[in-house]
């Protein structure tokens, strides 16, 4: 029995959060994953959506098959609740597919569909944690501006840290943003990470009117790797590890940022965002 789609009450305030970075290859959607087990380990309730429809690999991390996608669902061939997996650590998935049209393709209506199952299920969570595709894609975009955190995950090398840029100057320039949360991964310690935080927030505060706050920083750990290798998440299969601990450490600092800084709003407001930019997206062809 699916215990937390059944009887878990109506989150009062579902805190959406976009996971992003400006290029792939930076542990996003291990970060991702092994927070959302953290944020369950403290007690919340917490929905993964895996919002990268060309290369899907959420499940992947979990170890985890699922019983539907979300090419499925766009197709009206099930519901939401029938793809939903409760994956390991209390979490629960809403997994895209590999080598399916990526949002930008879809039309209004199929996104109007797509918006209209995820609200419908994603009330029920304390978290919505979106794992969006690398890059500056419309696709990317269309997660992030609508969700009421940005956190973008950078490493310490030149080329991670010049295409996070391009990513925030995009989201800043055209969409609005003005603040985002960065999360350093792959470092040796947490100087070598406030260095490449400092160099990120030096050329985003010279160009661009911004805010980045710093959350938190992951250190190299060869069990990431082995995790990564053997499909476990590392909060499980390791959660004395250094990387694990310090996943869990950045989960917090998430978890008080949701309570201090509620400007950008909650679920209602990320559907409503999600829904305006269908209407631009169909008005401007």
Not at 234 to 254: G, H, V, Y
């Amino acid at each position: 029995m699916d215990i937390v789609r059944n009887n878990q009450a109506q989150s009062a305030v579902t805190r959406v959060i976009s996971f992003t970075s400006g290029k792939g290859g930076v542990g996003k959607t291990h970060t991702v994953v092994n927070t959302a087990i953290s944020l369950a380990a403290q007690g919340h309730s917490v929905l993964v959506l895996d919002a990268d429809m060309g290369l899907a690999n959420v499940d992947v991390l979990l170890g985890i098959q699922p019983k539907g996608t979300l090419h499925e669902v766009l197709k009206g061939k099930c519901s939401l609740d029938d793809i939903l997996i409760d994956a390991p650590g209390g979490i629960s998935i809403i997994p895209a597919a590999s080598g399916i049209e990526e949002i930008q393709n879809l039309g209004s209506g199929e996104k109007l569909l797509l918006m209209s199952e995820i609200e419908r299920v994603a009330h029920r969570y304390d978290f919505l944690l979106i794992d969006t595709p690398a890059g500056i894609g419309s696709d990317v975009m269309y997660f992030n501006n609508a969700a009421a955190q940005i956190v973008c995950v950078i490493t310490g090398e030149p080329t991670s840290l010049t295409d996070s840029y391009a990513l925030i100057k995009v989201l800043s320039s055209e969409y609005a943003e003005r603040e985002f949360s960065i999360v350093v991964n792959d470092v040796s310690s947490e100087a070598e990470a406030k260095i490449a935080f400092n160099s990120l927030t030096k050329a985003v505060g010279k160009f661009l009117q911004v805010e980045t706050r710093f959350v938190g920083w992951i250190p190299s750990d060869n069990q990431v790797r082995q995790c990564i290798m053997e499909r476990r998440p590392l909060a499980l299969a390791f959660p004395s590890s250094p990387a694990a601990r310090a996943i869990l450490e950045t989960s917090k600092s998430l978890v008080y940022s949701a309570r201090r800084n509620r400007v950008k709003g909650g679920m209602q407001f990320f559907f409503r965002q999600l829904l305006e930019l269908s209407y631009g997206e169909e008005a401007a062809r």
